[in-house]
């Protein structure tokens, strides 16, 4: 079974069950439950994320927190879904004929699902809106949090349009064994790269802001959002060499080569930022930051999520999910994997990665806007400092 729909045109067993339009969605309504498990988690520990993303505050205690109105969207959600999907299973009862014919019932789905995001519900999800990039006093942390994720979904975005196109092909259907090369020659790898490319072009805009700002000692002259956007500009060979690889060279060697390269490099490029740029722990720091007596060994002096073997933990897991996540963004990925039960795990195993990524992320920038001026650790940092120093850091 090699996943390409020309040699093996029947359903397999995973389709036939969990055809690509029903896992879109379930990747969809789990990321909703994540943003907010993380909502809830971090607002036990007082760490008030709407504040953090310029996000309205409740009018009154009577109103519930932001996590329960986002459960409270997951919950309708995942109702909805889990009701299309079993009347599904009733009336296709994983005959191949049926399951192809009902396949508007789970696009169905996908449109109502795609509904409840674009209606404006500012006052009940919590989630920060998707556009350029704000000033920092107005909310810039949100638009770059919701980049970064969207980066974390290029290929659910992609198995998204390779659902439609299959729908609104000749004798096609969104429910057939999920063919990639359905407008794969062009449109997925663009819409792989576009996330990347957002969030490329925020670093940019934000560049430009130091550069036209008032040039002090504090600000630097913008390198390191050059540095970011060199990261995701990384993604874009593996996207290139992947779609060459499976459309005009799929015996060449050395495009294979060039494209594990550029996995590499994207890995642990992305690794490194997580962990000194991201998440401001000083494991790839000099060797007196890393052995600091005030902190664990490579972490930094206030650590609010957990102990420090969490945070190493975290960062292995982060490092082997990193790698994952270039092989995701492959639009040959079928070819690599030998069932579709193996991309959707990959998918899966990205999402949770970012969600994890989300609780340190969040973390880090509450340090960085509530630091004391008493006992500072070695990455611990000023309110007025935050404007200058770490603001080229994000």
Known sequence: MDGDPAVEPELDSFSLTFPLPYRVAFIVVLAV???GFNLHYLYLLGIDVPSLIRYPGRPSTHHPPHHRSVYRLATVLSSIFGFSLLVFWL??????????????LPLTYLFVLLAFFAIPLPRTTG????????????GKFGDILLADVLTSYAKVLGDLYVALCMFFRTDGSATARP???CGGT?????????????????????YGRVRRGPIR?????GGQHLANALKYSTAFPVVLLSALQRNWAPESTAIYRLWVLACTINSFYSFYWDVAKDWDLTLFDGVRARNNPEHAF??????RLGPPGLYYGVIALDLVLRCTWSLKLSPHLDRIADFESSIFIVELLEVMRRWIWIFFRVETEWI??????????????LLNDYQGKYEDED
């Open 298 to 303: 490579g972490l930094r002096r206030t650590l």
């Open 368 to 381: 960085r806007n509530n630091s004391q001026p008493i006992g500072l650790g070695i990455n611990d940092i």
């Open 217 to 221: 000692e504090s600000t630097g002259w």
């Open 91 to 104: 009336f296709t009862r994983r005959n191949p004929d049926l399951v192809l014919a009902w396949d508007w």
């Open 127 to 138: 989630l920060p809106p998707l556009g350029g990039i704000a000033e920092a006093k107005d």
């Open 186 to 206: 062009v449109m997925v790898p663009v819409i792989l790269a576009i996330p990347s490319l957002i969030r490329l072009r925020q670093c940019v805009i934000e």
């Open 33 to 35: 439950w994540g943003w």
């Open 179 to 181: 063919d990639r090369g």
